[in-house]
T-cell receptor
Framework: NAGVTQTPKFRILKIGQSMTLQCTQD?????MYWYRQDPGMGLKLIYY???????DKGEVPNGYNVSRSTTEDFPLRLELAAPSQTSVYFC????????????FGPGTRLTVL | DAKTTQPPSMDCAEGRAANLPCNHS???????VYWYRQIHSQGPQYIIH???NNETNEMASLIITEDRKSSTLILPHATLRDTAVYYC????????????FGTGTRLTIIP
């Protein structure tokens, strides 16, 4: 298994641009998550999904959208990028029957100028 | 979920046991203690979790006090690759999907 993969690794956006951060997992996990991590801080939950077709807001959803059309993919969309969205974004999936153990992807480092 | 308190940083000599403390004095009966770590520029990695009994796996041991108000993560023979930020998280099964990552403890292994 490749685990949780994320693309791109790095991206620079101009204010007002849009982009989609891709996240894919090949472990057939139902639960998937998007977090952001600002410098020197812990992770904050943006959105999560409990299965294909079901998504819900986390702690900091403003400025983002998600979709979950398949079990494998959970893309995160930024419609109008703002400097406050400069952060590292991590996607994760939850291991079934393993309580709250989550597998994380390598992250996408996004800079908005 | 209960709040956790961890020291901001610790050093440990290579080859020695690293003991990372965590206070969670408001933990409730159905909340578990989880430990994750984050090596620089990587995604967090699950280490171990427990409810009230001590736990051990191939990575670490988790010691939870009898009153469950604090716990200690033990890395028995620390290596340079264990240098990372370690997060102690308290979480229940309420259906709230949010894992609350605080600022953790930055552990530096000294050669």
């Amino acid at each position: 298994n490749a685990g949780v993969t994320q693309t791109p690794k790095f991206r620079i956006l101009k204010i007002g641009q849009s982009m989609t951060l891709q996240c894919t997992q090949d472990m057939n996990h139902n639960y998937m998550y998007w977090y952001r991590q600002d410098p020197g801080m812990g992770l904050k939950l943006i959105y999560y999904s409990v299965g294909a077709g079901i998504t819900d807001k986390g702690e900091v959803p403003n400025g983002y959208n998600v979709s979950r059309s398949t079990t494998e993919d959970f893309p995160l969309r930024l419609e109008l990028a703002a400097p406050s969205q400069t952060s590292v974004y991590f996607c994760a999936s939850r291991v079934p029957l393993r309580d709250n153990e989550q597998c994380f992807g390598p992250g996408t480092r996004l800079t908005v100028l | 979920d209960a709040k956790t308190t961890q020291p901001p940083s610790m050093d440990c000599a290579e080859g020695r046991a690293a003991n990372l403390p965590c206070n969670h004095s408001t933990i409730s009966g159905n909340e578990y203690v989880y430990w994750y770590r984050q090596i620089h520029s990587q995604g967090p990695q699950y280490i171990i979790h427990g409810l009230k009994n001590n736990e051990t796996n191939e990575m670490a041991s988790l010691i939870i006090t009898e009153d469950r108000k604090s716990s200690t993560l033990i890395l028995p023979h620390a290596t340079l690759r264990d240098t990372a930020v370690y997060y102690c998280i308290v979480k229940d099964w309420s259906g709230n999907e949010k894992l609350t990552f605080g600022t953790g403890t930055r552990l530096t292994i000294i050669p």
